[in-house]
């Protein structure tokens, strides 16, 4: 029992100090500076933050698709940085990717069938052809999408049924860690809860580890174990999904959360704590705290040096030097408005 | 049962799909004339020794030189008394003979290296295109001719020089479709499940960018033929008496007043050929792409 329960809690992905820069012509982009993180078997990390704050560079290189610069990706603990090709070719169909546009995330030339059929193929699961044909009408059923659109074309589907075909397409070679990049924010309403829904089935059928990239905090609220809050490829915050709505730490998480709309007319008066300013380059970062610039509490000593991830509370970090002061208080519950 | 059912049903709809394409093409009504036209000149190619004997083509008769086309002569003789019709006929041959083997040759070579310097970029892309502008800047009919020269004068000659000289050209054409269909998320998705860098180039990036690339090569193969007329008449191409289209018309033109229609005849064979790939040529880019189903 006590065995079991160990290899529960196992984490299947753990991260360390990942970099990912960019060469530009003016110096180096730091799309993901100096992320940590671990994500146990069968759980799911929500990584949320405003556009461009790396969030899917992060996605990326933790899958290896982008080079990246420094840091460790360990893999039950195997480090993805230092596999070979070949390794690696072993290593990739144990973990997958979820896009975010169903549109452009499939080739337009092809029929659902093969498009689910590919991640087979290429990896030389299947002895015979038949064999692949059972797979994917299987795979087909488990996500919901009905026989008949086999031989369908990706652009005579709707969003969602495109989508479903991504979710296929992942998990047709049984992953075992998913990064789902924002893969719903491309769908209506409607659908997002369909898709949603079919996710978290799949995680507790398959035992699916998920990395989930958003930037929509009701969707990562209600998908997520563990969250963790990016601003401008740092992680400011992280901490269970519950603890960081109800005690967000950091003067960013907080702003997040404010911007949540409440549809609820007894609220409209209500003052909202909203940012100024715009998201400072990322091209070259200033030493301190990234978000000082915006910052109501920014001082002097958060513009020198590194801010480090400390932790608040059992289990909860955030990089902040006034955490500690500032914890839950002042901002506004989305839940108890 | 159930199984075996299922399977046979897959099967049929693959053979569907190609029914299915063929549907499509034929419902494209100009796609389905330049076809037949298409057809009725490889006929003409196939059958050209039973239509007329190639002997026809090369009799010369000082007695009935530059006669107007009538009962005897369909097309009329040249200036040596030879009858024009055979000559066309017998011209079809060799003209599409160049015109189809450099187009494809070019296309092929083109294709290549077009894909990988689209598709690795930096280095790759970087000495591909730059020996490819060092060809660009020698005007192609010199360069076929330096090729042909360097040779020796013959068919098989002809085509390798035409062909090194169109395929410039089609690098960089399909070098920019490939740019711009490389980066496109599919091919990203494809990469994250571990496909390889061939089977994306042929399976994910050139069915995509297939379009601009028929068309080009169907326009190649009149362009071709039309310079190999070019080559023939500085004498380094297809050599007397041997007929081709293009050196009909450009012996015609010094009988441009007195005798039109040896301009005329060879004239409309070249503009039904290049007519008919034209059309043949969009109809497939049409019928290939399934965002244009009915």
Not at chain 2, 56 to 74: D, F, M, N, T, V
Not at chain 2, 136 to 153: H, K, N, R, W
Request: charged share 20%; aromatic share 8%; net charge neutral.
């Amino acid at each position: 029992m006590s065995d079991r329960l160990n290899e529960n809690s196992e984490s299947i992905m753990q991260v360390r100090n990942l970099k990912k820069y960019f060469k530009i012509n003016r110096g180096y982009l730091h799309a993901v500076d100096d992320v940590t993180f671990d994500i146990p078997r069968g759980k799911t990390l929500g990584v949320v933050g405003e556009s461009g704050c790396g969030k899917s560079t992060l996605g990326r290189t933790v899958l290896r698709l982008n080079e990246p610069t420094g840091g460790e990706i360990l893999f039950h603990g195997q480090d993805l940085v230092k596999a070979d090709k070949r390794e690696m070719k072993q290593i990739r169909p144990r973990m997958q990717m979820i896009f975010q546009d169903p549109y452009s995330s499939l080739n337009g030339r092809m029929t659902t069938a093969q498009l689910i059929a590919e991640p087979l193929i290429v990896n030389k699961v299947c002895r015979s052809r038949s064999e692949i044909d059972e797979r994917v009408d299987n795979m087909m059923d488990t996500v919901g999408l009905a026989k008949r659109l086999v031989m369908a074309y990706p652009h005579e589907l709707d969003g969602g049924r495109r989508q479903r075909i991504g979710v296929a397409r992942a998990l047709i070679l049984n992953p075992e860690f998913v990064v789902c990049d924002e893969p719903v924010s491309a769908l209506d309403v409607s659908i997002q809860a369909q898709i949603l829904n079919l996710l978290m089935d799949l995680q507790e059928q398959m035992g699916l580890t998920y990395m989930f990239i958003t930037h929509n905090l009701s969707v990562v609220k209600h998908i997520s174990d563990r969250i963790m809050v990016m601003y401008l490829g740092r992680c400011v915050e992280e901490a269970d999904a519950d603890e960081i709505f109800d005690h967000p730490c950091h003067p960013y998480t907080k702003a997040l959360l404010a911007a949540i709309p409440i549809p609820d007319i007894s609220s409209q008066h209500v003052r909202r704590e909203l940012l100024q300013g715009e998201v400072t380059s990322p091209v070259n970062p200033k030493p301190g705290c990234r978000f000082a610039a915006r910052c109501p509490y920014a001082d002097d000593a958060c513009r020198q040096g590194d801010i480090p991830l400390k932790e608040v509370a059992p289990g909860h970090k955030a990089a902040c030097l006034k955490a500690a002061g500032l914890s839950g208080a002042d901002v506004r519950q989305p839940e108890q408005a | 049962m159930n199984k075996s059912v299922q399977k046979t049903n897959r099967k049929s709809r693959r053979m569907a799909s190609v029914k299915e394409f063929w549907r499509r093409f034929i419902k494209n009504k100009t796609a389905l004339a330049g076809f037949v036209i298409l057809c009725f000149i490889l006929f003409i190619v196939i059958f050209a020794d039973v239509i007329v004997p190639y002997s026809k083509c090369i009799e010369q008769a000082g007695s009935e030189r530059l006669q107007g086309p009538g009962p005897a002569h369909w097309f009329g003789t040249d200036e040596y008394g030879r009858d024009l019709f055979a000559r066309v006929i017998h011209g079809s041959r060799y003209s599409l003979i160049i015109g189809v083997s450099t187009s494809l040759m070019a296309l092929f070579f083109g294709a290549i290296l077009g894909a990988s310097a689209g598709y690795f970029g930096g280095m790759v892309d970087n000495i591909i295109m730059r020996i490819t502008d060092v060809f660009m800047c020698v005007p192609p009919i010199l360069l076929s001719l330096a090729v042909v020269a360097a040779l020796g004068t013959n068919l098989r000659n002809l085509i390798i020089a035409m062909t090194i000289s169109c395929v410039p050209g089609n690098v960089r054409l399909i070098r920019s479709v490939v740019l711009t269909v490389a980066d496109q998320d599919y091919v990203e998705a494809a990469r994250s499940y571990g496909t390889g860098n061939g089977r994306i180039i042929f399976r994910y990036v050139l069915p995509n960018a297939m379009g601009p690339i028929i068309v080009n090569t169907t326009m190649c193969i009149s362009d071709m033929i039309l310079s190999a007329a070019g080559l023939s008449f500085i004498g380094m191409g297809i050599q007397p008496p041997a007929p081709e289209w293009g050196s009909l018309l450009s012996n015609a033109e010094t009988y441009l007043f007195s005798a039109p229609y040896l301009l005329v005849f060879p004239g409309i064979f070249i503009i039904l050929t290049s007519l008919a790939f034209n059309l043949v040529g969009d109809g497939l880019t049409d019928a290939l792409d399934p965002k244009l189903k009915d």
